[in-house]
C-alpha cells in the first residue's frame, strides 16, 4: 500500500483509494465498512470501505477474508495483496485520521468527539463511492455506539441504500472483514513507517501495541514527553493515559490572572527559558523559527 501521501503530511487527513472497478457501475453492488486504532493512544485511525458486485460476493468470500484481529500480520498482507490482484471486481478506500487531528478535535473549543468523527468519517467513505459511480445498494457496518440508532442515522442519510449495522459484523459479513483488512493494512504500515516531525534524540521505536494499558506504550510515553511541548505528534494527548503523565511529567502552567497563593510550589513556565544544560535539544518550535535564548540584551 502506497502512504506516500500521509509520509508528506501525517498532521491531518489522508485518503486513499483503488480504481474503481468498471462492474461496480454497472451492477448492484455490497460495502462494508470498519476500523482499525480506535483504542490506541498511539498512532492514527483509519477507517476503511470495501465494496464488490453482489453477483461477486461469492469470489470475495473464497478469499477466505476474516475480522483482521484473528489474523496474523503476514496473512492480513496476503489477503490485501489478494484483494488488489481482483481488482477488476473489488474496490476500496480508506480515511487516515492523525493523531494530532483526533486529539484537536476532542479537545477543541467545540467538542467533537470520538463517536461522531467515527461516524462523520465512515458516512464520508459511503459518500465518497456513491460520488464514484458506484452502484452501491446493500451496506454492513461495524457499530460504533448503539447499532440501532447508528443504523437509523445512516438510513436516513442514505434512503435508497439497505443499511445494516451490527456489533462485530467483520466476524459476520466478508465484505466488513475485507475492509477490516483494509484498514489495519494501512494503519500497521503508517505506524511502522511514522516520519516524526520532531527532531528526537535516541528516539525508541519499540512503543509496544500503542494501547493504554500496555507497560511498554506506557514507558515510551514517559521516555519521550518534553517538559513544555508535550507529546511528539504520533501521540493522542486527548487520550486519558498521556493526560495522566503529562500531570505527573511536565511542567504546570502558571497564569498571570492566577491566584497566586494557588500557585505556590509549581515552577514558572519561563524556568524552561534560564540558562543551563538542558538533555535534550530545542524543541522544533524554537528550530523552524530560528530562535535561540538571549544570555545578553
Known sequence: MDLSEL???????????SPVPSVCRKEPCVLGVDEAGRGPVLGPMVYAICYCP?????DLEALKVADSKTLSESERHRLFAKMEEDGDFV?????LLSPN?????????????????SHDTATGLMQY?????????QVFVDTVGPPETYQERLQQRFPGVEVTVKAKADALYPVVSAASICAKVARDQAVKNWKFVEKLQDLDTDYGSGYPNDPKTKAWLREHV???FGFP????????????????????????????????????????????????????????R????????
Open 233 to 288: 505528534q504520533f501521540v493522542r494527548f486527548s487520550w486519558r493515559t498521556a493526560q495522566s503523565i503529562l500531570e505527573k511529567e511536565a511542567e504546570d502552567v502558571t497564569w498571570e490572572d492566577s491566584q497566586t497563593g494557588d500557585q505556590e510550589g509549581l515552577r514558572r513556565i519561563k524556568t524552561y527559558f534560564s540558562e543551563g544544560p538542558r538533555p535534550r535539544l530545542p524543541h522544533r518550535y524554537f528550530r523552524e
Open 226 to 228: 518534553d517538559p513544555v
Open 290 to 297: 530560528g530562535l535561540e535564548s538571549a544570555t545578553i540584551l
Open 101 to 117: 487531528l483526533i486529539s484537536n478535535s476532542m479537545l477543541g473549543r467545540v467538542k467533537y468527539n470520538l463517536n461522531s468523527l
Open 129 to 137: 463511492a456513491l460520488d464514484q459511480g458506484v452502484k452501491v445498494a
Open 54 to 58: 453482489l453477483s461477486r460476493l461469492a
Open 91 to 95: 474496490g476500496w478506500a480508506l480515511d
Open 7 to 17: 509520509e508528506r503530511d501525517n498532521t491531518g487527513r489522508c485518503r486513499l483509494n
